[in-house]
C-alpha cells in the first residue's frame, strides 16, 4: 500500500505547475503534519521532534537527503535516470542489513531482486542516457540516503521510528522553505495537487512503511517498495493518456512477476512456521 500510494507522486507532480524543490518542500511539510498528527492521535501527547538515538537521526537525516537529492538528481540528468539510480537501495540494503541488523539476504532473495533491478533498467531503458555524470552521481547517492532511512526504520521499529520520519519531513521541508514565499500566486489546481502529494502520497505511506518495518525484514520491505516506479507510470497513462512502450511493458512484467513470486514464498515460509508451531502444540510441548 505505502507503493502503490507512493507512486502517485508522477501524476500528481505533473499536475503541479511549480518548481520542483517548491514542491517537495510544501509536500515535506504537508506530511510532517499529517505524521504529527497521527502521532499525537495515537500517543496522546505532541511527538517530539529532535531525534534522541543515533538511528533515529539516521532515518531522519537519510529520508530529508533522500527526498532533496532526488529532486536534485532529476534536475541534473534524465529523470529515468534518476528513479533507476534512487531504485539502488535494495543493492545497499542488502549489503548492509546484516553487518547492521543481523538480516541475512537468502540466496533466492539475490536472483529476486536480479531480477526486480533488470525489470527497472528495462522499464525505463528507453529514456535513460549517459550524460549528466553529476546526476547521474547525485542519483545514486539517492539511493544510498533511501537505504540509511530504510535500514535507520528497521532499526527503530521499536522505538521513535515515526518521530525519526517526522523530523525528517521538517529538514526537507526547511530546504525549500525560500519557494513558499510564490504560494499565494499559485492556481488552486496546483496548491490542491501538493495537498494531496502532502497527506496521500507522502505522509499516509510513511506511515504504513513504518508499520511495515515492524514486521518485515528492511530488504523485504525496500524490495517491495520496487513496486513504485512501475506504478508510477501507469497513473500518468490512467490520467494523462502516455502509453509506456513494449521494453516497459516487458520490464513492468519483471518486477511484478518478482513481487508476486516473493510474495508467494513469504506465504510459504509462513505457512510452514504455523505448521510447525501446531504440530509443536500438538505434540504435548515437548519441543524445544
Given amino acids: 500500500m505505502a507503493a502503490l500510494l507512493w507512486s502517485l507522486g508522477g501524476v500528481l507532480i505533473k499536475l503541479a505547475t511549480w518548481t520542483p524543490l517548491g514542491i517537495a518542500s510544501v509536500r515535506s511539510a504537508i506530511a510532517a503534519l499529517v505524521i504529527g498528527l497521527y502521532l499525537w492521535w495515537r500517543t496522546g ?5 529532535m531525534p ?11 529520508y530529508a537527503a533522500t527526498v532533496v537529492l532526488f529532486v536534485w538528481a ?23 542489513g546484516r553487518m547492521l541488523l543481523g538480516e541475512r539476504v537468502r540466496p533466492m532473495e539475490w536472483g529476486i531482486l536480479a531480477i526486480m533491478l533488470a525489470g527497472i533498467v528495462l522499464f525505463f531503458a528507453e529514456q535513460l542516457s549517459p550524460e549528466g555524470m553529476l546526476g547521474n552521481a547525485v542519483g545514486i547517492a539517492s539511493g544510498v ?13 521499536n522505538g521513535s521510528a515515526l518521530e525519526a520520519l517526522l523530523a525528517g519531513n521538517i529538514l526537507a521541508a526547511l530546504v525549500g ?12 489546481g496546483t496548491i490542491a495537487a501538493v495537498g494531496v502529494l502532502g497527506v ?15 514486521s518485515v525484514r528492511a530488504i523485504e520491505a525496500v524490495m517491495l517498495t520496487m513496486l513504485e516506479p ?11 493518456g502516455e502509453r509506456p512502450s513494449m521494453l ?5 512484467s519483471l518486477v511484478l512477476g518478482a513481487i508476486g513470486i516473493r510474495a508467494a514464498l513469504s506465504y510459504r515460509d509462513s505457512s510452514s512456521a504455523d505448521e510447525d508451531s501446531a504440530s509443536s502444540v500438538g505434540g504435548g510441548g515437548t519441543s524445544p
Fill in 45 to 49: 501527547r505532541i511527538p517530539r521532534i
Fill in 52 to 62: 534522541h538515538r543515533p538511528a533515529a537521526w539516521g532515518a531522519a537525516i537519510g
Fill in 74 to 96: 532529476t534536475k541534473l540528468t534524465a529523470a529515468a535516470n534518476a528513479i533507476v539510480l534512487q531504485y539502488s537501495s535494495p543493492l545497499f540494503v542488502a549489503l548492509a
Fill in 145 to 157: 540516503a533511501m537505504a540509511i532511512m530504510t535500514l535507520c526504520v528497521r532499526a527503530e521499529r
Fill in 177 to 188: 522553505i525560500g519557494s513558499w514565499s510564490e504560494l499565494p500566486r499559485l492556481e488552486v
Fill in 200 to 214: 496521500v502520497q507522502l505522509g499516509v505511506p510513511y506511515i504504513l512503511f513504518a508499520r511495515a518495518l515492524r
Fill in 230 to 240: 512501475i506504478a508510477n507510470p501507469l497513473w500518468v497513462m490512467l490520467v494523462l
Fill in 248 to 252: 516497459a511493458t516487458i520490464g513492468g
